[in-house]
């Protein structure tokens, strides 16, 4: 897909470093050491087709990572460099996201967002995403 010069195509698993950079500048995204170039590899290889990267000449502008439990759909990860905001590239890649999922069977998706992140709880919302508040995440590292 092109749109104003941005083309939204596979994330692959050459794009880890240009990926990476992205998510690290901005504040919303939180990484891991699991957020590495090998889990990275994996995780495009077991869900086809979910994440994807928007790209301006050679310049990576966006990137969404999306895959399944073979139930519920999850986002993780979907960042938009500061000087491309608000010009339809996020919800792009949400859509495409969400296409790839529903095009495996999948109906429902969750997103998990900072509690102090005003300008990702905003974007969500005018997408149409609910915010829950009748559960809570527990999880668990091991490491």
């Known amino acids: 897909m092109s749109r104003d010069g941005i083309d939204i195509r596979p994330l ?3 794009d880890f470093d240009a990926a990476y950079a992205l998510w ?3 504040d919303a995204v939180v990484l891991r050491t699991d957020d590495n170039p090998g ?10 087709g979910c994440c994807s990267a928007a790209w301006r000449g050679g310049l990576l502008v ?3 990572m999306a895959g399944h439990d073979g139930r519920r759909g999850y986002l993780y990860h979907l960042a938009v460099a500061a000087e491309y905001r608000r010009q339809g590239v996020g919800r ?6 969400l296409t790839a999922l529903h095009e495996q069977g999948i109906s429902k998706y969750h997103v998990f967002v ?3 992140s005003r300008t990702a709880a905003s974007f969500w919302s005018k997408l149409g995403w609910e915010l829950r508040e009748d559960i809570q995440v527990n999880s668990l590292s091991m490491h």
Do not use: C, I, S, T
């Open 92 to 97: 792009a890649l949400v859509e495409q996201a």
């Open 114 to 116: 900072k509690h102090n």
């Open 39 to 48: 889990m990275f590899g994996k995780f495009l290889e077991r869900n086809p």
């Open 24 to 26: 690290r500048a901005m």
């Open 12 to 14: 692959r698993a050459e």
């Open 62 to 64: 966006g990137a969404v």
